[in-house]
């Protein structure tokens, strides 16, 4: 049963990490920061809702890292984080949940586990963070970088988020509590009174500060996601005519291309391809030929359509690569517009889109120019 809200606090400028926009709206892996570490508790089944907390200058960054992920309109942030989440938790007063777990918006990473930790020790305590115990060796410093002392490390937790609490309690707390100096909600949280249990965190939730981190979670991210290859392959018949389309590129020949669609190879190929990598029935299942919908159809529509369902199982397309079997017509004048095409309805980089030709040295059905192949390859991360 939803009863909690996540509270994503993006309202800061993030200027440690440089850059020319705030750290949260920065790419990572074809995604914004901000998005990754929405994502982590938008399939939650506890969580409601999502509301995010937004610097007012934000608004198109915002608009533009969530879209189609359907959120209630975000919240405007203050001056200082406290402000700002003192506005998101005011924002949810007329509609309060019971549960309310606030989240920085600067760590992506933040796992299920350690999300199902923090509501585990809220079904018997009013406050919850996910924290990490200290393993390194503490010195205090004076003079710069001279040693003053070591520290004992023994129960000192480094402090992350998600940090869960009653909903109530911890709006009562922000009203009351004058927390600009005090740097998470669960001071804000001790400051009233109110006592905080501590869950295992995870190394890998780490909050994204300077610019190694943004490498690091490059890296995190390079070793996951479940990478698939999909093959396809497809012949069309020459037959008279005046032209023929290959990759969604009009060719003017002097013969055409037998099919029921536009009879485009190497769209059917790539579409193929894509179907493959995620396990899917081939473009004749899909599209059926019987099909008069599909007669004389820009192939575009069954490229666009495989593209599409590994979207919906929230993968990506990291690479297509096309090869034209043919004596003819010469490919080369037209693999800039083939190769912008394919990514243009494939919603891909051009640098992730391959067109190559080749002959069979004058053997076989493409040597005797009986018609056109083309192979295709298609990586997907899933
Ligand atoms: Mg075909």
């Not at 606090?9 to 790419?27: D, I, L, N, T």
């Not at 919240?75 to 989240?103: F, Y």
């Not at 500060?209 to 890296?219: C, H, I, L, P, V």
């Not at 495989?306 to 690479?319: D, E, K, M, P």
């Amino acid at each position: 049963m939803a009863d909690a809200v996540a509270l994503i606090v993006a309202a800061g400028r993030g200027q440690r990490a440089g850059g020319a926009m705030p750290k949260q709206y920065r790419m990572l892996a074809g995604q914004s920061v901000l998005r990754r570490s929405c994502m982590a508790f938008l399939g939650h089944p506890r969580i409601g809702a999502v509301r995010v907390v937004i610097h007012p200058d934000d608004r198109a960054r915002y608009d533009e890292a969530m879209a189609g992920l359907n959120l209630p309109p975000p919240v405007s942030g203050g001056e200082t984080r406290h402000d700002s989440c003192r506005n998101g938790l005011e924002a949810l007063a007329g509609d309060p949940p019971r549960i309310v777990l606030i989240h920085d918006a600067a760590r992506p990473f933040a796992d299920r586990p350690t999300i199902d930790r923090v509501f585990g020790a809220l079904d018997t305590a009013p406050a919850a963070i996910a924290a990490i115990p200290v393993s390194d060796t503490l010195k205090k410093a004076s003079a710069g970088d001279r040693v003053a002392a070591t520290v004992a490390r023994e129960g000192l937790w480094r402090a992350q988020t998600p940090q869960g609490f009653e909903f109530a309690a911890i709006l009562d707390a922000h009203r009351r509590i004058d927390s600009r100096s005090l740097t998470d909600d669960a001071a804000v949280a001790e400051a009233a009174g109110i006592p905080v249990t501590l869950v295992a965190g995870s190394e890998d939730n780490f909050k994204i500060t300077r610019e190694e981190d943004f490498r690091r979670a490059e890296t995190l991210l390079a070793g996951q996601g479940d990478i698939r290859v999909g093959t396809g392959f497809d012949v069309h018949r020459f037959t008279e005519g005046n032209g023929l389309t290959i990759c969604g590129i009009w060719i003017n020949h002097d013969k055409s291309v037998t099919g029921h669609s536009d009879a485009d190879v190497a769209l059917h190929a790539l579409t193929d391809a894509v179907l493959g990598a995620i396990g899917e029935a081939d473009i004749g299942s899909h599209f059926p030929s019987a099909d008069p919908r599909w007669r004389d159809a820009d192939s575009a529509v069954f490229l666009r359509h495989a593209v599409s369902l590994v979207t919906a199982r929230g993968g990506a397309i990291r690479h297509l690569d096309v090869t034209l079997i043919c004596e003819e017509p010469k490919i080369g004048p037209h693999r800039d517009a083939m190769k912008a095409r394919i990514a243009e309805i494939a919603g891909v980089g051009v640098d992730r889109v391959s067109v190559k030709a080749t002959t069979t040295e004058g053997l076989g059905y493409t040597g005797r120019r009986e018609g056109i192949a083309a192979q295709a390859a298609a990586t997907v991360r899933l």
